[in-house]
């Protein structure tokens, strides 16, 4: 053989091994993605939106607390974290620019976006529940608001970044105040970026659990009472999927899928809003 | 007045921005002052004991550590080849009809929560590696290849981007030499995007490390070191997910905290040398 | 139609019906076109951006089969084989025919190892052969006495200047016939560029050159025979000096002189 006859076969082969790499990746995804929709879908019922958690054995058992507190979780969250890590974001972006401050928060806030999330639950057991003397949805809440927030400030500092220079000049050439300026022109120009990070900021905390089970923990029965444990989806999928009984298995089945098809979905309108944005 | 809400509005946010400094200093001490208790009752038997056992009071933590580096390590050699392999194939393989499908649900599968990951490994993998591997299947070596598969994706999609960020312009000379695809990946493209691509590698590791639900499900929570991969242990993440409710004495929530604080430290560490020696944010051409 | 003198020395490369369109598109970028190449000289290809001369020239090496989806028809003749055939082989046709781009391409490595690059791609081995090789090569390309001293030290240190110089050593260490230059001082500033235009000049005792540029004076300055294509087509191919001093069709008399382009 030939040097090029040999550097073609193992051209060849290298080609061969990376493509059967891919589809045995692909293959392993797919088959969880199937054992989830396939198991979702199979236990979807309309009780699971209606009733309440039961002790097994009671075919009328559904995820009604988990779903409502799973809202009440995320959304306080939102809630507070949105606000917060936008207002921090523009602070990054329009205030401190390049300064040794900025760039600091921008690199513990790269290194918070990695760091283990159940270690914030430890932080918030400290800070809330041992005070407290009892877990509480609000523990969770905390607990996830911390998650998200370097999520938020990181995308809206670069969204508000990628909007161009030549915009503020021209609002402030026509005397506007710097928030004015940052308000009424910067977060137009920078609407879908940080619209799209809020939405992957909720759907990455959506899927939490490890944060949330020793903080909001959990309850197998509707609370709309946030200072009380609270069900999630995702801590009742664990305690269900870990239970000896096949009736809560197949609702954590319904939960992972629930759960998952609303985070695909923030993601790709996510993704939506990115791509219309650089259509244009 | 407008002069006024000025001073409020940069004022307000610059607040909110330190405040996410301070976040970060509180969690640091807060770990600190709640593992006290056990640093100064157990000192480096903590870290160098090897046996779990609350009920007598003794928490060395020899064998989660043993566990994470173990299960992390299994996870990583099974997909950092994979992850290669994948990402050649997204950026210069497959066909242009593929790439950005196969590449988009490669990224999204990254945003499926881990404790689905887990599920799918105590139903339907466990089974698998008991019957190939013997043992009861909740094991070291599950756990290992659940986190490989989670940590894939993602690695992929880092990697694949990675990869991209050579010019053509640079690979088309190569070709223009005669170079063959695999020619010009191993000799200009991963030289290339090395950087990129050990730092998203390192970026993995720290998040593998500190995974929780993906390995939870399939360890099983058992505090002895084992050679033998196919027997159930444990790991950092773990141990805190099955024990922190339980636990009832100082001693016992002081050395979980200790756990918490090691694994921060360790993460913040792994991620800070990817983020800052290998993924500066700009490269300078 | 066009005006294509005839060409009296032997051809190195003979375009024939050329036709080629882009993925994903259905206008032609180049249609029919028919242009010999002269051996031992230097082609220069001109006309405004778009008009096909970037497009024709990556064809000779067929850098178009990098990406899917192109289509081109014709042929392209190469020692009297069409080299567009599906059969060629690239690897080959790829060492017999070099390449120069707009921007110096220094790969990530040492500044010897660029240079042996192409040849250890072909199995050069002997270090001595190499290194005898590689000096000769940065001889040739006139930046040897600058880098004799940092050989080992990565190719990205040098200047534009000097990193361009080394491509076009990388290129001629593996002894190619022709050698394809795709407005290869663009990114370069004027007194690097005179450097390169004297030694494109050099070396064409030993290889057939065609160079894209769009830059006329450089044209006039290096070239023995120049092409003006224009929406896909070689308008003229003629003896440099007369196409500048004397074109023969309008449309590259107006180019000349600066009413388009």
């Avoid at chain 3, 290096?222 to 007369?242: A, H, R």
Wanted: glycine residues 8%.
């Amino acid at each position: 053989m030939t040097h090029t006859q040999k550097r073609v076969f193992i051209n060849n082969a290298v080609m061969v091994l990376s493509t059967l790499s891919a589809l045995v990746g692909m293959g392993f995804l797919l088959w969880i993605l199937s054992v989830l929709v396939i198991n979702g879908v199979e236990a979807l019922n309309l009780n699971i939106f209606l009733n309440e958690g039961a002790p097994s054995g009671n075919p009328d058992g559904g995820l009604k607390h988990a779903l409502i507190g799973q809202l009440y979780l995320v959304g306080a969250a939102t809630f507070i974290g949105v606000p917060l890590g936008i207002l921090a974001g523009t602070y990054l972006s329009e205030y401190g620019q390049k300064s040794k401050l900025s760039e600091t928060i921008r690199d513990i806030s790269d290194i918070m976006m990695s760091a283990p999330s159940i270690v914030i639950g430890a932080f918030v057991y400290a800070i809330v529940v041992h005070p407290m003397g009892h877990f509480s949805g609000w523990a969770g809440s905390i607990a996830l608001t911390i998650i998200m927030l370097p999520i938020i400030l990181r995308t809206t500092d670069d969204m508000l970044q990628l909007v161009p220079s030549t915009l503020r000049e021209a609002a402030f050439a026509l005397g506007a105040p710097k928030y004015k300026v940052i308000t009424q022109v910067v977060y137009r120009g920078a609407k879908a970026g940080i619209l799209t990070g809020v939405l992957l900021g909720v759907a990455r905390v959506a899927g939490e659990t490890a944060p949330l089970l020793f903080t909001s923990f959990n309850d197998n029965f509707l609370n709309t009472d946030m200072i009380k444990p609270m069900a999630s989806l995702t801590v009742t999928m664990y305690n269900y999927a870990t239970s000896p009984y096949e009736d809560w298995q197949r609702l954590g089945w319904a939960a992972a899928f629930i759960l998952s098809m609303f985070i695909l979905i923030l993601n790709i309108i996510g993704r939506l809003f990115l791509l219309k944005k650089k259509g244009r | 007045m407008n002069n006024l809400a000025d001073k409020l509005f940069s004022n307000i946010s610059k607040l909110v921005a330190i405040s996410v400094l301070l976040l970060v200093a509180w969690i640091f001490t807060t770990l600190v002052q709640n593992s006290m208790e056990s640093i100064k009752a157990l000192g480096f038997d903590f870290i160098l004991g090897n046996k779990w056992a609350p009920n007598i009071e003794k928490f060395g933590a020899l064998p989660a550590i043993y566990g994470s580096v173990i299960s992390t390590f299994i996870a990583m050699m099974l997909a950092v080849p994979v992850a290669i392999g994948v990402a050649i194939f997204l950026s210069e393989l497959a066909p242009a009809k593929l790439k950005t499908p196969v590449g988009v649900s490669i990224e999204l599968l990254a945003a499926i929560p881990s404790v689905v990951y887990g599920m799918w490994g105590l139903f339907y993998f466990v089974p698998i590696v008991r019957d190939i591997f013997g043992g009861v299947g909740i094991s070291m070596l599950t756990a290992g290849m659940v986190l490989s598969i989670m940590i894939l994706p993602f690695m992929a999609a880092v990697t694949r981007d990675a990869m991209n960020t050579t010019p053509d312009i640079l690979k088309e000379s190569a070709y223009a030499l005669g170079g063959t695809k695999w020619d010009v990946i191993k000799d200009i493209v991963i030289p290339y995007a090395k950087a990129g691509i050990i730092g998203s590698f390192i970026l993995a590791l720290g998040r593998a490390i500190g995974e929780t639900m993906a390995v939870t499900f399939v360890m099983g929570n058992v505090h002895k070191i084992s050679f033998d991969l196919t027997k159930a242990a444990t790991s950092i993440p773990v141990t805190l997910a099955n024990e922190f409710n339980e636990a009832d004495s100082g001693i016992y929530y002081s050395s979980l905290f200790e756990l918490s604080l090691l694994l921060l430290v360790v993460s913040f560490t792994i991620i800070s040398i990817a983020k800052f020696y290998f993924l500066r944010r700009k490269r300078i051409a | 139609m066009a005006t294509i003198i005839e060409i009296t020395e032997n051809k190195a490369l003979e375009v024939k019906n050329f036709e080629f369109s882009y993925a994903g598109t259905d206008a032609p970028s180049i249609r029919t076109l028919n242009m010999p190449i002269a051996k031992n000289s230097i082609t220069a290809l001109i006309g405004p951006s778009g008009c096909g001369k970037t497009t024709l020239l990556r064809s000779f090496n067929r850098m178009h089969d990098l990406y899917p989806g192109n289509r081109y028809s014709g042929e392209i003749l190469f020692h009297d084989r069409n080299i567009l055939s599906p059969k060629e082989d690239l690897i080959h046709l790829r060492i017999q025919i070099g390449m120069i781009f707009q921007k110096p391409t220094a790969f990530p490595m040492s500044i010897f190892d660029n240079v042996a690059y192409g040849m250890r791609l072909q199995g050069v081995k002997n270090k001595t052969e190499l290194a005898d090789r590689v000096e000769k090569a940065l001889k040739d390309a006139a930046i040897f006495k600058e880098v004799k001293d940092r050989l080992k030290h990565d190719a990205n240190g040098l200047s534009g200047g000097q990193q361009q110089r080394l491509c076009i050593a990388r290129a001629i260490a593996v002894e190619p016939e022709v050698l394809l230059f795709d407005e290869p001082t663009s990114a370069l500033d004027p007194i690097s560029t005179a450097g390169i235009e004297e030694l494109i000049v050099e070396l064409k005792d030993r290889v057939s050159i065609v160079i894209v540029t769009h830059n006329m004076q450089q044209a006039a300055r290096v070239s023995d025979y120049t092409g003006f294509m224009y929406m896909g087509e070689l308008i003229e191919l003629g003896i440099t000096e007369e196409l500048f001093v004397t074109p023969r069709e309008r449309l590259t008399e107006e180019y000349i002189t600066g009413k388009f382009g």
